[in-house]
């Protein structure tokens, strides 16, 4: 998922660098690896990190970028049926 996707479902278009903000100071526990560029670039300083929990969902990576899903072209970076924090 990608930020200005966070940004539309949570009801603000256009506030993509906002969630980046919210995610990179966040007090709790956010899965913040689950989201990305457009482009589907890693966070940067984090790549290592990144790179290493999407993996461990099952996310293909490539040149340090998410690959898109073959079936829309979608970035996909959840991971069905796994525990993404409470809905709103």
């Known amino acids: 998922m990608t930020y200005g996707e966070v940004a ?9 660098r906002a969630v980046g903000r919210i995610l ?17 670039r890693l966070v940067p300083g984090h790549e290592d990190d990144h790179a290493r929990r999407l993996r461990a969902e099952g996310v293909a990576l490539a040149d340090g970028r998410v690959v898109p ?7 996909v970076t959840g991971v069905a049926g796994a525990d993404q924090g409470p809905a709103a």
Do not use: I, N
Request: charged share 20%.
């Open 8 to 16: 539309a479902e949570a009801g603000f278009p256009g506030a993509a």
């Open 24 to 40: 990179a100071t966040a007090d709790h526990d956010v899965p913040w690896w689950r989201v990305v560029t457009t482009t589907g």
């Open 69 to 75: 899903d073959g079936a829309d072209g979608r970035l």
